[in-house]
């Protein structure tokens, strides 16, 4: 499976949640799910990806011309019957409900938000009892019961967390009271899809602490980083904006169902 250079173009432009994926996936590293069939045409790509932890479909969409990107996004749906979209155009989305041939049962947004080694800002006032690490096997336990007091499925992402993507945990003494990790990343940009504080440290600097290390840490070793936040959490993008990520995209995912 394999783009030409102007689709590549399009994906590296775009940089919402369905290109960060696609490019993870094309140019480097992406192990929440596996990509099971790709499109495209002109000014446009689709990718059909599957859960590595459920029995959910995600069909990723980017196009800057997007009727082939519908007609294949529908004959998607037409097959798999039911799937999450993600694109940062809810006009497609849009459209496709218009036709009657779609059911829209949930839908997400995100900002997309981004920094650079030039404009991060380091955040200073660290907590003294905080110290933080690169995960390793010694911590899947550690991690998964951390990842537990969210939920089950997340807890069983916590060996690949570590073993597949970058994970850099917050400790107080032998706790391991936060964790940052990677979803995808490639030689040029990480994207760190998930930051989680334990509920009892909420409200102590762990959370901005644990993005900043971790932000710094991804600089390090690549010139960009990307995070991705739900639109009305507004308590994660003011810190996050306190480091200087910016927004680089808005994106959707509807979860939908083909009719008939």
Known sequence: MSLGEGQLRLLRETMDMASIFMLGQLEGTQWLSSLEDLAAGDGWVVGVFRSNYSDDYF??????????AAEELLRVLRDR???WANTSRLDLIQALLRTGDVILEDVVAFHVMEVDRDTFRKFEVVPSFLSFSVLDEHNIEELRDLLSKWDEARA????????????????????????AATYAVTDSWWYLGSLFVDPEYRGRKVGISMSSVATE????????AYISVEVDNVRSIAVNTLLNYRPRALSYSALLTARG
Do not use: K, Y
């Open 59 to 68: 069909v990723d969409v980017v196009c800057s011309r997007c009727d082939g």
């Open 81 to 83: 019957g039911r799937a």
């Open 156 to 179: 069983a992402m916590a060996d690949d967390m570590i073993m597949r993507g970058t994970a850099i945990g917050a400790w107080d003494g032998d706790r391991l009271v936060a964790v």
């Open 217 to 224: 840490e991804a600089l390090a070793r690549a010139g960009r």
